[in-house]
Each structure stands twice: as C-alpha cells, then as structure tokens.
T-cell receptor
C-alpha cells in the first residue's frame, strides 16, 4: 500500500523568507502527485499536481514542486512567503499502476508565517 | 467557493444513531468523492462514485454506505455511530473522465460530533 510522509508537522517562517515543505512517498513505478492547501474552516484546494512530463510544476501563486523519482520525493517550495500563505498543506499520491487510483494523503504540514 | 455544497455544516448526535450527509457536486461534474478527516487518522479517502456507479473504495467501514443519485448528488450514510466517528467529512467532485488525474474540488465539509 502507498504511504506518504510529510516530515514536518509544523513549519514556522518569517514573511518574505523562503520555505520548503517536504513530502516523501513509498516507491511506485507510476504515480500522480498533488499538493493541496487547506485554510481554516475550509475544504482543500489543489495547489499543483504532477502527472507526467516536466518534473518541475508551478502554481499560479508562486509555489513550485519538483518530482524526484530516485528519492521518491515531491517537495513544495516558495522563494518568498506571505502572511496569507499561513495554512495547512497536504501532499497526496495516487498509485497509477495499480488500477484503483485511490489517493493517499500525508498528515499535513502547518505553515505559519510570522510578520 | 468551489461550487461543491455540503449539508449540514454541523451535526451533533449520539452514539448508536444514524446520520446522512449530503453533497451536491459542481455543475457538470460526474464524479463524487467522500473523505474523512480526523486528528487520529488524518485525511482518508472513503469512496468514489462516477455517474451513479461506485468506482473506487477506500477505508470505508461497513457501517458506512454511500450512493450517487440520478441528479448526481450524493449521500453518505453513517450508522451505529461511535465516538471515533467524530470527524470532518468532505465531499469533492471532478469532471470524471480521467481517473486519478483530474482536479478535485472540495466542499466546505460537514463536522460530525458523536457524543
């Protein structure tokens, strides 16, 4: 069964500083990878996803993530964070080789941006 | 606003009872997904329906059942409720054609408290 590890449960950072949220998954031949963001009292919103092709994917609000097959990682980065980026971030993986396409989520990383 | 609606927003009930959570997908979306988010288990995929048919099944208890109706809205039925069923239940929807690859749009969730 697929598993997803988000190593940091909480990441505090100052505004305008860079940030990296880490995500590792158990090995698979073919995976789809996702980052979701959840603001307080809201549902999840897709931030970005990797399906195939270029290993670097970007979102419209400045986040990017890089698929690293050898390290089975999909870390999320932003060069300069804003207060409004404070939220819970979830990494998710779908094993595309098994046929079930069931998503597995990490436990989440709380990004806290301080002024 | 994702376009996915869920009712009720909050639900308080007692152990042993049965409740029904309702989800209306975005206009045009054929797939509906149900998730449970709790402090213990994190975010867990429960079940997916596509155009009225069950398409994928995750860690859904036998006490739980779901269905998708001809108008594409979905209901999640939880019976013989236990304290541990207290959680946030999310519904998401997607267009439905490309398994695993599509963006899922999440509703605001139903917060269930079992006393």
């Amino acid at each position: 069964a697929q598993s997803v590890t988000q190593l940091d449960s909480q990441v505090p950072v100052f505004e305008e500083a860079p940030v990296e949220l880490r995500c590792n998954y158990s090995s698979s031949v073919s995976v789809y990878l996702f980052w979701y963001v959840q603001y307080p009292n809201q549902g999840l919103q897709l931030l970005l996803k990797y399906l195939s092709g270029s290993t670097l994917v970007e979102s419209i609000n400045g986040f990017e993530a890089e698929f690293n097959k050898s390290q089975t990682s999909f870390h999320l980065r932003k060069p300069s964070v804003h207060i409004s980026d404070t939220a819970e971030y979830f990494c998710a993986v779908i094993d595309a080789s098994g046929g079930s396409y069931i998503p597995t989520f990490g436990r989440g990383t709380s990004l806290i941006v301080h002024p | 606003d994702s376009g996915v609606t869920q009712t009720p927003k909050h639900l308080i009930t007692a152990t042993g009872q049965r409740v029904t959570l309702r989800c209306s997908p975005r206009s045009g979306d054929l797939s509906v997904y149900w998730y449970q988010q709790s402090l213990d288990q994190g975010l867990q995929f429960l079940i997916q329906y596509y155009n009225g048919e069950e398409r994928a099944k995750g860690n859904i208890l036998e006490r739980f059942s779901a269905q998708q109706f001809p108008d594409l809205h979905s209901e999640l039925n939880l019976s013989s409720l236990e304290l541990g069923d207290s959680a946030l239940y999310f519904c998401a929807s997607s267009v439905g054609g490309q398994r695993g690859q599509e963006t899922q749009y999440f509703g605001p969730g139903t917060r269930l408290l079992v006393l």
